[in-house]
């Protein structure tokens, strides 16, 4: 029996409140920590350790003291960059730690005549062979998957690819269902139809890499990339994506839990048996406000009656407020109720008021619907038109509108927060 951890999505450095950047670090230190009473052979790293490519090196230095527990512990580490690992540049601190010995990054491959792809494998001493393809920005990885070869694999040993990406359509039914675990099984798994590993919230994301692209043979497909927990059947063996190790946004805080999958391969039946770990490294408290037809003073009085009665003492406060407002939202005075919940001891306070508007919006009706940038300009013109010095405010916004404020790659969120503000200050004059 060949025992691993399967893990991905750490995106350590992608939070800016340093209180999450920390929780984020102490749920990696408990899995490492669970790794190691577990015993296991090895770990699967499925991409996205950092989130970026060039991390800050306070956060390098404290992966690395974690991933040398491993190493003194004789536990091999197997690595593909993600998506967030890897820039344009091809710089990454990946590579940089592969070369001071702290894992190995299973993600190389050769290609040969005509652009064809040859994966390379790595033979672990627990009689595993284990291949993987790296995660890119925008997809590019889809020419990798296009044109891999052929392989041949040794059917004596546990055979593992590892991928980071989206897949569209993973299934031909007749050939998995048969094997497809039960969803009575998926414990606060993501439910889903087993033609597809898309879950609801990315059915919108379209991707490139087909089923028919994914190698066949193997006994193990280790995914990363999405963001919740999927088991799933391909080619006859399991797939599955462990979900984030800590969640990366909003959504992932209210829906997800920090977790990673501890599996154990059987060479007598060749099945691999897939049990979830989830690590507890904080309480949340969700608090859904709906604030509809209300004015200003009328809706801060509600949230803050709501809120009163809820203990929200050393917990991440996950506070989403919702509906039309009569009059301007910036009268609620959101910061004074968000000041009130820190005072209240609040471990962290998160808001969301995407969904959160006024009644006091014009409606304005366009003409010309041919493509965005005129439709853009009708509305500026005819938003515009009743002030005084219409032309020229116009003309400002139009030249607001044609900056590009894009980030730089490797370029760090207060250099580019800087460089934004003095671009648009000179554009304001």
Sequence with gaps: ?????????????????????????????????????????????????FNTAIPPIE??????????KLKENHIPLYVIGGSHDYSNSGKSFISLLEAAGLFIDVSKYETIDKNKVNLKFHKDKSKTNISGILGKKNGLDKNIYANLNSHNLNPEYFNIFMFHCTLNDIF????????????SNLDNS?????????????KNVNSEIKSNMLPTG???????????????????KPLSYPGPLFPNNFRELINEKP???????????????????????????????????????????KIQEEIENINVE???????????????????????????????????????????TTNQIEKIEISNINNISEIENEIIEKNLEKNEN??????????????????????????????????ISKTLN
């Design 390 to 423: 219409y032309l020229d405010e116009i003309k400002l916004t139009k030249k607001l509108l044609s900056l590009d404020l894009s980030k730089i790659d490797e370029e760090k969120n207060q250099e580019y927060e800087n460089r934004i503000k003095e671009v």
């Design 1 to 49: 029996m060949i025992k691993f951890a399967h893990l991905a999505d750490l995106h350590l450095g992608g939070w800016r409140e340093k209180k999450l950047t920390q929780l984020n670090f102490i749920t990696f230190k408990l899995s490492i920590e669970k790794i190691i009473q577990e015993k296991v052979d090895f770990v699967l790293f499925a991409g996205d350790i």
């Design 172 to 183: 031909d039914k007749p050939n998995c269902l048969s094997n497809a675990p039960s969803k």
């Design 218 to 236: 193997f006994d193990y497909y280790a995914g990363g990339h999405i963001h919740t927990h999927i088991e799933a059947v391909y080619d006859k």
């Design 59 to 68: 956060l390098v230095e404290i992966v690395v003291k974690e991933l040398m």
């Design 190 to 202: 993501q439910l889903i139809d087993f033609d597809t590993v898309k879950p609801d919230f990315m």
């Design 259 to 301: 977790s990673f999958n501890l599996c154990e391969f059987e060479f007598s039946t060749r099945e691999t048996k897939i049990k979830r770990i989830f690590l507890k490294t904080y309480e949340k408290e969700y608090i859904k406000i709906e604030i509809d037809n209300l004015n200003p003073i009328q809706a801060q009085s």
């Design 314 to 356: 050393g917990k991440i406060i996950l506070l989403e407020i919702s509906g039309v407002v009569d009059g301007k939202i910036s009268d609620i005075n959101i910061n004074k109720i968000i000041s009130n919940l820190y005072n209240n001891e609040s471990y962290c306070v998160l808001k969301n008021t995407y969904k959160l």
